[in-house]
Each structure stands twice: as structure tokens, then as C-alpha cells.
């Protein structure tokens, strides 16, 4: 009886323990995500500090009609999306494009700027800036 009692109890403990720790582990990553979350909100808002025109929300695409070179009134319609690629547990790369959806002398006008974020600093890691080929339109 005695042996029965203690087997039993060894179980009951065990699962004790077992359930305690998957429930820690299921609270732990549940609390990373959100801090995740959260880093890349922060990560976006400071991205789209120096270029308002883009989305806050990652994976989005605005379209926006905005003017152009050539004769007076022309105007392009301009994709801007904000993506966002986690790369590390506090680092977010944000990448911001527009895409003007024309070829000026044989150049498709497509600007971009990949962000390197970090809840202390922001690194600008990659641009191309062909925004200004929409002036030489005649």
C-alpha cells in the first residue's frame, strides 16, 4: 500500500511539474510575440519619420496619385508599401517603396529605402532614389 501511495504520488507531482512547465513556456513566447509586435509598430514609426507618405501598417499598399515633369496637371499613380522582416529578437528590418509605375529614359522609377531598427537606433542600410526622374519629364 505504501509503494502504491508513493508511485501515485511521484505521478501526480510529475505531472505537476510537467503542466507548470508547459504552461511557462506557452506564456513565454506568448509574451515575445507580443513584444514583437510591438518592436515593429516602434520600428515603422520611426522608419516613416522622414517619408510620412508611407503606410504604418506592415504588408500594405497605398496607392496615391501624385504630381509629375511634363505638362501641368500630370500625375502618376504611386504604390507605397511598408515591409517588415524580423531579424533578431529586438532588430527589425523595415523597407520602404515606391513605385511610380513609369520608365523615363529607360529607367523604370522605382525608389526604396531598407531600414535597420533597433529600440535604440536606426540605420539606413540601402536606398535608391529615383523620385527625381519624374522632374525630367517634359
Known sequence: MKKTFKFNLFIVLLFICLTSFAGYKYV?????????????????????????????????????ELPIGGPSGSTAKVKLTTKVELSGKRTVLVTLTKDWGITVNGTYAKSFWKYKVTPNDIELLESVDNDYLLNIIK
Not at 510591438?38 to 496607392?63: L, Y
Open 28 to 64: 513565454s513566447k506568448a509574451s515575445d510575440n507580443n513584444l514583437d509586435s510591438f518592436s515593429q509598430a516602434e520600428a515603422i514609426a520611426v522608419s516613416v519619420k522622414n517619408h510620412p507618405e508611407f503606410p504604418i501598417n506592415p504588408n500594405v499598399t497605398v496607392t496615391k
